[in-house]
């Protein structure tokens, strides 16, 4: 019998745009997989969708950062015995939580940048310049600064309100951007990010030729399976599922520092995670096809 995937993409957060463009992306490759197909986009009611959600099989969940990242969407479905793509409510709120998720990771020894969390902009910081200013619950690299002067850090931290309730002020690490794709708790090939800004900030991430992707990475190969490895290691200690995506810088001396995990990185044809699977031989739909099938 034909499966019925409904898509849940839209929402009112910062990424609804690249929501919708996974959701789109995602819509396409199940229609190619023959499966029924249901969209279900919105702005701020997604409990409209009960019933239809409920007639289901499962609910690709497309949306990124607020509500559908941070596991309320998730609680939600799971109060309703609706299932979904992606990780449960539990680990996607704790990785939605970049101060939550480097506190635990401190704990078992994983290295992260040195941080702390502002909750007012009147609040001064003990990190020493230059720095990183993000907000501690956004995704998609939203509100993130480098600020290098004393001068420029009170409106790099109203910035960062703007996008957040606390802001998340971490030590600047000079170093090689990477991003490690995991799927069914399994790393895969590592991608080194190369953005023309100082950062791989929003607009590098979505402007096209803003940022050179190199797959696989360049890396010595006791670095790269220390890497994957700390990967498969952070996704289990964080009780993530099925699929995500990590983030670390690579230091001068080969230090590997983690950064995050997105628990719903974006999914187009174009995105990360497809170009890294793609490199063991896995397209889009193959992807797209794999993640259901882990999630039912």
């Not at 609910?59 to 479905?77: R, S």
């Not at 539990?90 to 998720?101: E, I, N, Q, R, Y």
């Not at 971490?170 to 950062?199: C, H, M, S, W």
């Amino acid at each position: 019998m034909q499966r019925k995937i409904g898509i849940l993409m839209g929402g009112l957060s910062s990424e609804r745009e690249v929501s919708i463009n996974t959701g789109s992306a995602v819509m396409k490759a199940c229609k190619q997989l023959d499966y029924n197909v249901l969209v279900l986009q919105f702005k701020r009611n997604y409990k409209k969708f009960k019933s239809q959600m409920q007639d289901c099989d499962i609910i690709f969940n497309a949306l990124h950062g607020g509500t559908g990242e941070n596991g309320e969407v998730q609680n939600w479905m799971e109060k309703n015995n609706i299932k979904f793509t992606g990780s449960d409510s539990s680990s996607s709120s704790v990785c939605m939580d970049k101060a939550k998720t480097k506190t635990i990771l401190n704990r078992e020894k994983i290295r992260t940048p040195l941080w702390e969390i502002l909750k007012s902009t009147d609040e001064k910081t003990n990190i020493d310049l230059p720095l990183i200013v993000k907000p501690n619950d956004e995704g998609s690299t939203y509100g993130l600064r480098k600020v290098t002067k004393e001068a420029d850090l009170i409106s790099a931290i109203h910035n960062a309100h703007g996008n957040g309730k606390k802001v998340l002020v971490e030590e600047f690490i000079q170093g090689r951007e990477l991003t490690v794709t995991i799927l069914d708790n399994k790393a895969y090939p590592i991608i080194e990010i190369k953005p023309v800004n100082l950062l791989y900030d929003y607009e590098c991430k979505y402007s096209r030729g803003m940022a050179k992707f190199i797959c696989p990475a360049k890396l010595d190969f006791e670095i790269e399976k220390r890497i994957k490895s700390d990967t498969e290691k952070i996704f289990k200690i964080l009780g993530c599922s099925i699929y995500g995506r990590a983030d670390y810088i690579l230091d001068k001396n080969n230090k590997h520092y983690f950064l995050e995990m997105n628990t719903l990185p974006g999914m187009t044809k174009t995105s990360l995670v497809p170009k890294s699977v793609a490199k063991v031989g896995l397209s889009f739909s193959e992807l797209i096809e794999k993640i259901i099938k882990l999630s039912l």
